[in-house]
């Protein structure tokens, strides 16, 4: 007989692998099914070594700007592209044991393999076709393996993977996704990135950091467009201060490949073409759901987009059936699907008082340098809704700790009703933005208003007084400005 459990999440990346924990604490016989790394393209791919390696590059920008702080420094300071990889891989393989802790931890079952869901309540898992092959990523102990499963609830939690543009698909030598932009085995001379999203920018200045050539090529009109514009334009004039080269409103048409270089053929909004030449292109024009071979269509589960639909709490069309995660859609970021986990779980466990995920209250953060944050509405979008609004900016420039940590480049911009005196959104670019966003954050989950934040009492000297005094400019009230 096929072994049941209450919960089967498939997919072990931050939103599987929480919803798995959540599930056992609410007391639920949970088991997970992988087929390739533990913790899935966040711990392995994604997050968390693209911030090792973009620790690496801080810390070398720091080294060669010694002279701004008064220090001497003897000898040359430079990239070594095999320790810089190594200690990115050795961060990444320290989570992914970490989870399958974390899994033996919570007594979760863990099932190895790929999984086909054959109909509501059973799925049948089969060899898996990505076996495990980098050394710093094993097997967990005691998994189980092929055969069928039922479950009185299925939790899609597969993730996504790099979308490629047809005449311009990926080669893993000359055309990169963020897979071999991760771990290159030296460095080059000259890149190419294709798309100025998150993933691209990260990439782009982390290798501009190591002192690579780097051209960006966006087909928008700016740099990271799902943020708000005036703080791009602000990023990008630092980014092209450190030497990227940055096209807008421009776009890849056809590369041609050489030995070891490729070109592309880049077409400006004025109808005109340029010839790149790089050693390399990373392509970054966004992911894609994993929704192929889980036998979604023949259950007549609804997808839209290459991501499964799904409801604030994960629910399907199909009863008993959720997705959670990159899987369901965007905001892509592996924050919203350790959210999404715990609602879905908590909904399917019966919690009173479940609120469905607010998609409009997800942080967005891009590790660049400089730095890029946000939450809620831009200011173009909240005068698309017709909103009447009041925004307010405060400059990193007329804030003494960031002047004291020489960091002066950036601003915080807030957005408010000018009715109700709703905090509409937060943007923000500059040192450390991305960990400055939550005050804000937490201030909309709180429906806090203008009047509260004023009253709040910030530390001195800090770069979160920014936050406060962008508020009072909103109001006609910034006291260091």
Request: glycine fraction near 10%.
């Given at each position: 007989m096929a072994e049941s459990y209450d919960v089967i999440i498939i997919g072990s990346g931050p939103g599987g692998y929480v919803a798995a924990i959540r599930a056992s604490q609410l007391g639920l016989k949970t088991a997970i099914v992988e087929r390739e790394h533990m913790g899935g393209i966040c711990l392995n791919w994604g997050c968390i070594p693209t911030k090792a390696l973009l620790r690496s590059a801080e810390v070398l920008d720091h080294a060669n700007h010694f002279k701004d702080f008064g220090l001497v420094l003897e000898g040359t300071v430079k990239p070594d592209a095999k320790a810089v990889v190594g200690?990115?891989?050795?961060?990444?393989?320290?989570?992914?044991a970490g989870v399958g802790f974390l899994m033996?931890?919570?007594?979760?079952?863990?099932?190895?393999?790929e999984a086909k869901i054959t109909k509501p309540g059973e799925i049948v898992v089969g060899k898996s076709s990505k076996p495990v092959v980098e050394p710093q990523h094993p097997l967990p102990k005691n998994v189980k393996g092929e055969g069928t499963y039922n479950a009185k609830h299925i939790i899609i939690a597969t993730g996504a993977r790099p979308r490629a543009l047809p005449g311009i698909e990926p080669d893993g030598k000359l055309i990169w996704t963020y897979f071999e932009a991760l771990k290159p085995d030296a460095l080059p001379k000259s890149l190419i990135v294709m798309g100025s999203g998150a993933i691209g920018i990260e990439f782009a200045s982390f290798y501009r950091s190591m002192?690579?050539?780097?051209?960006?090529?966006e087909v928008m009109p700016t740099i990271m467009p799902v943020e708000d514009a005036e703080i791009t334009a602000i990023a990008r004039k630092q980014l092209e201060k450190r030497g990227l080269k940055i096209f807008t409103s421009a776009k890849v048409t056809k590369v041609e490949k050489g030995a070891g270089s490729i070109t592309a053929h880049v077409e400006t909004s004025d109808g005109k073409v340029q010839q790149i030449t790089a050693d390399r292109m990373i392509s970054a024009v966004g992911v894609q759901g994993n929704i192929e071979n889980l036998g979604l269509e023949a259950l007549g589960i609804k997808t839209d987009r290459g991501c499964v639909v799904a409801d604030g709490y994960g629910k399907t069309n199909v009863a008993g059936i959720y997705a959670i995660g990159d899987v369901a859609g965007p905001p892509m970021l592996a924050h919203k699907a350790e959210h999404e986990g715990v609602v879905c779980v908590e909904k399917i466990a019966g919690l009173p008082h479940v609120h469905p995920t607010d998609k409009g209250k997800v942080p967005g953060c891009t590790y660049c340098n400089p730095q890029v944050a946000s939450v809620g509405l831009t200011e173009a979008k909240a005068k698309e809704q017709g909103r009447d609004i009041r925004v307010g900016r405060f400059s990193f420039a007329a804030n003494g700790k960031a002047i004291a940590l020489g960091e002066d480049q950036g601003m915080v911009k807030v957005i408010f009703d000018k009715k109700t005196g709703e905090l509409?959104?937060?943007h923000m670019v500059g040192a450390e933005v991305t960990e400055l966003i939550q005050g804000f954050v937490v201030a909309m989950n709180l429906e806090t208003t203008e009047e509260e934040l004023m009253h709040t009492i910030f530390p001195h000297p800090t770069v979160s007084e920014t936050m406060k005094e962008a508020v009072l400019d909103a109001y006609g009230r910034v006291l260091n400005a």
């Open positions: 200690r990115s891989r050795a961060v990444s393989a320290r989570l992914n033996k931890k919570n007594k979760i079952d863990i099932i190895w393999g002192g690579v050539d780097v051209t960006v090529v509409l959104g937060a």
